[in-house]
């Protein structure tokens, strides 16, 4: 991808388009990216793996798209990041767990994730707004 060669690139806003494809693990390359919204877009296919690479995100925000696989568990190692959202996709399997260092705002409903609702999401202690409704999730709350 030609976005991965743009590596000063720190904010990328492209939400409301008619985008498609797939998001190339290539972007990964543009490491001082502070803002990703591609929100209301057609993308397809998994996140990267990559993503926690990119230490200097504060915003990922991906709703709205047609993307899907499992939310890579990395994602949760990205400590600048304060706000995640990827609902209305169709995300499966469990809710990525782990520090999730600063993170205000996570977003991962309407999607078809599963599993029990993971306890050390209720111990992230910067954590203001949390939406997992519409999801499969099970078991008890912590």
């Known amino acids: 991808s030609q976005l991965g060669l ?12 008619a985008l498609a494809g797939t998001i190339p693990s290539e972007i990964c390359n543009a490491k001082i990216i502070h803002k990703w919204d591609l929100e209301f877009n057609q993308i397809t296919g998994p996140l990267p793996d990559c ?4 230490t200097e995100v504060t915003d990922c925000l991906f709703s709205a798209n047609q993307l899907c696989g499992t939310i890579p568990a990395t994602v949760s190692r990205m400590n600048a990041l304060n706000h995640l959202s990827l609902r209305q996709n169709k995300f499966s ?3 990525p ?38 999801n499969l999730l099970s078991g008890t709350l912590p």
Not at 51 to 54: F, G, T
């Open 97 to 134: 767990v782990g520090p999730f260092g600063s993170l205000k705002i996570l977003e991962l409903q309407n999607n078809f994730l599963t599993g029990d609702f993971p306890p050390v999401l209720s111990r992230l202690s910067k954590l203001e707004i949390m939406s997992l409704h519409s």
């Open 93 to 95: 399997g469990p809710v």
């Open 6 to 17: 743009c590596e000063a690139l720190s904010l990328l806003i492209l939400r409301r388009n």
């Open 51 to 54: 993503l926690h690479l990119l």
